[in-house]
């Protein structure tokens, strides 16, 4: 069983300045926090079962465990990269932890 944080990011005022930063300054941070093994986000615009949504990215941040996921957040490492947020994401976000298992 793994644990993940998933973040969805509200459509910001400028996107392609969203994206530029996420990429070449968020990534590399959140890169350092120790036990994450793996992120992945949306390519394209995100839908929702009624039509577009008001998202415009969802990252999921995977680790081996919810102790090593919140070991990790609550590192130096994670807290920088929590606290990077507002340098690129104005309307905040919202975020959500779970394990994540088959069925």
């Known amino acids: ?3 993940k944080l998933l973040v969805l990011y509200p459509a910001p005022p400028d996107a ?3 994206d530029a930063y996420y990429v070449e300054h968020h ?3 959140v ?3 120790a036990g994450l093994q793996a992120i992945t986000r949306n390519l394209g615009p995100i839908g929702a079962p009624g039509g577009p949504s008001t998202y415009h ?3 999921a941040y995977t680790f ?5 996921l919140q070991q990790g957040l609550g590192s130096p490492e994670g807290q920088a990269a929590a606290a990077d947020l507002a340098n690129y994401a104005p309307k905040g976000t919202e975020m959500l932890v779970f ?3 088959t069925l």
């Open 1 to 3: 069983m793994t644990a």
């Open 16 to 18: 392609a300045a969203f």
């Open 27 to 29: 990534l590399p941070l």
């Open 31 to 33: 890169r350092a926090v």
């Open 57 to 59: 990215q969802a990252s």
């Open 64 to 68: 081996a465990s919810m102790a090593e």
């Open 99 to 101: 394990e994540e298992g």
